[in-house]
Nanobody, 123 residues
């Protein structure tokens, strides 16, 4: 059974940092591209970042480029999202997701999802 478990969310002031983790089990992480998505109240889920299985290719939404960094440690079956210079508009539930094949930015293309972790940025 595949499980993705996010952690590291919380409440932070604007300008602060958080690092999210996504621990994977039930799959061989090195066989999957991984993505981070987020969903704010009343809004659709949106793409944040993605990485290929080997970390060679990474992709970011324009809104987080230069502030967020996605990384992975296949040996630890864990994917990370380092978030710096957080803004109130980054407030959302953050989800990690896995897909076989190349990294994509469309949520419908991901096969496995975690339950999400809340990130709240106060102004």
């Amino acid at each position: 059974q595949v499980q993705l478990v996010e952690s590291g969310g919380g409440l932070v002031q604007a300008g602060g940092s958080l690092r999210l983790s996504c621990a994977a089990s039930g799959l061989t992480l090195s066989s999957y591209s991984m993505g981070w998505f987020r969903q704010a109240p009343g809004k659709e889920r949106e793409f944040v970042a993605a990485t290929s299985w080997d970390s060679v290719n990474t992709y970011y939404a324009d809104s987080v480029k230069g502030r967020f960094t996605i990384s992975r440690d296949n040996a630890k079956s864990t994917v990370y999202l380092q978030m710096n210079n957080l803004k109130p508009e980054d407030t959302a539930v953050y989800y990690c997701a896995a897909r076989g094949g190349r990294a994509l930015s469309t949520s419908r293309d991901y096969h496995y999802w975690g339950q999400g972790t809340q990130v709240t940025v106060s102004s």
